[in-house]
């Protein structure tokens, strides 16, 4: 059994900052890209960053210069501080992980979601 939990998310006003934590526990043998993705209400899921094990970083063009994922390999987990955040980056944030269990195969795993709420 694996699993992804996050935390960190809340209310916040705009120009404000949240750094949101994701913890990958279970029967882990390796942890490959982890990244971070976000649902508006009534709009898809997209990406806002992901991460490599080697720490090779990819961002969506709207959170440049705003938001900064990192992650630590010997915990497992994956960060995304966010800055400078704005009214529509409001969305429940997901953490996402290639993950291979010990003695098992190899999937795409999600945690539960948090809400990132900006307002005044």
């Known amino acids: 059994q694996v699993q992804l939990v996050e935390s960190g998310g809340g209310l916040v006003q705009p120009g404000g900052s949240l750094r949101l934590s994701c913890a990958a526990s279970?029967?882990?043998?390796?942890?490959?890209?982890m990244g971070w993705y976000r649902q508006a209400p009534g709009k898809q899921r997209e990406l806002v960053a992901t991460i490599t094990k080697d720490g090779t970083t990819k961002y969506a063009d709207s959170v440049k210069g705003r938001m900064t994922i990192t992650r630590n390999n010997a915990e497992n987990t994956v960060d995304l501080q966010m800055n400078s955040l704005k009214p529509e980056n409001t969305a429940i944030y997901y953490c996402?992980?290639?993950?291979?269990?010990?003695?098992?195969?190899?999937?795409?795993?999600w945690g539960q979601g948090t809400q990132v709420t900006v307002s005044s």
């Open positions: 279970g029967s882990i043998f390796r942890v490959d890209d």
């Open positions: 996402n992980a290639d993950i291979t269990q010990n003695y098992g195969p190899q999937d795409w795993y």
